[in-house]
Structures are given as C-alpha cells and as structure tokens.
C-alpha cells in the first residue's frame, strides 16, 4: 500500500485534483479542517477516504491513477479490520470483561483510511503536520513510512517522539474505547511534525464500533466499585456532539458526567 500512496502523491497536483474534496465534505483530496480561508493549514498533502463498510464508500473520490490504487485500498482495509478486532479482543481481555460485544462491534464497525504526504519544509520548527489533537475513533492504526520521529506524544508535559519500525502498526487509543473503558484507557494528545529534509509518509485507518453499539462504559466497569465518567450516549449522539462542538471546548470533558 505504502507505493501506491508514494505513487498517488507523485502525481502532478492537476491530476491529484480529479479527486478533490467537495465543499462542506472531509472525503477526497485536500485538507482536513479546513474553516476558513484565513486560517493557517497543516503541513500536509492528504486523501481521505471512506473504506468499510463498502456502501459508505464514494468511489468517484478513490483514484484511479496509479492503477492498482483501488484494488490495494480494498485488500488493506479488509486487514486493517482484522486488525483491529484482534486487538480489541485483546483490549476487553485486559479489562476482564467475558462480554465480547465490544470487540465483535468492530467486525461490523466503521472504516475511514487518511493517506499523508508531509513535504520537506525550510523551517519545520515554525509549522506542524498535524496540530495537537486527540482522536474521536475506537482505535486509529498508523502505518509509518518514515525513518524519523515524526509522530509525537504528549507525556508529562513533554512532547515524546516515536521512531518509526519497519513493517510495525502503531495502535491509538481514541475518545470511544476511553468511554467504553471508563476511562481506563485513555485517548492521548498527540502531533505530527514535518522535518527540512525528508518526506514522510503514513496511512492511518481509523476503527469505529458498529453504528448499532452504544458509546457508554461497560457496566462491569462501574459494577465493581468506580464511578461511571462518561455519558451514555448512542452512536449518533456521540458523533452529534463531537462535530458540534464548541472549537475551544475539550471534547473529551465536554462528554463526562
């Protein structure tokens, strides 16, 4: 996957465009975020893509050029999924929880795929790939193609660089399993930084639950003892909240009881 991603990236930016965003829509070639024309973008070159299930998917944004595009984003997507209910499985085991909803959840969850470019850039320490954030997924798989920490984590105050390992996944933690597990497991703020004189290039697939599975903690998890932290929400008002949001309001705090 990673040499069709190089591959699309490569292309001149005329022909990139034929799988442009639309206006009002995140899908397709762009920038994420994108409020106004004012505003300062990351460092980035993207493709953002609906991937499973396959009816979400807009196939007039999934290029066709190189090739061999289409047919590799199929085949990762349906291993990115494996993916992630392995690890979700392992993830409920750790808890204790003999209840296998939440990782079955993800066999028929959500997938969205964010294909990145960062460039080289002049002055790296002036500008972010990606400006602190924390996600709103189940999970987010990151796929790292780079020979530099261009992944960072917040730590104790610290920002904390991640060296990349060839052929290695990097699990995150997002806003929905730290809800799921009463906030056990946390979804941590983290950033991308570019560097002057290499490109960088990652896929990330984030993994959502089934759209029929509640966003609340497992009542085994406050059963035994701890307070509930977070609402009980349904998919919908999950996401209903997280995109209406105040853009200064912490998401995380604006959802706990």
Known sequence: MGNQVKRF?????????????????????????????????????MIFLKSLPIQNRKLD???????????TLEKYSEEMREEAISIMSFVTLALGLTDTKISESFSE????????????CPEPERVLGIIPHADNSGIT????????????????????????IEGAIVANIGHIIEVMT????KAPEHRAVVNKMKERLTIVTFCYPSPSMDIAPAKKLI?????????????????DRFFNRKLDESFIDSIRL
């Open 109 to 120: 969850g959500l997938y969205d795929i964010r294909m990145n470019c960062y460039p080289p």
């Open 141 to 164: 798989l990151l796929v790292d193609f780079g020979d530099f920490p261009g992944l960072q984590f917040l730590k104790d105050g610290k920002w904390v660089g991640v060296q990349p």
């Open 223 to 239: 059963v035994e003892g701890n307070q509930q932290v977070y609402k009980n929400m349904t998919h919908a008002e999950y996401f």
């Open 182 to 185: 009463n906030g056990i497991y």
């Open 61 to 71: 944004l999934w290029p066709q050029n190189p090739p061999e595009f289409r047919e």
């Open 9 to 45: 990236f490569d292309l001149p930016l005329h022909e990139k465009k034929r799988w442009a965003q639309k206006p009002g829509s995140l899908e397709g070639y762009g920038q994420a975020f994108v409020t106004s024309e004012e505003q300062k973008l990351d460092w980035n070159d």
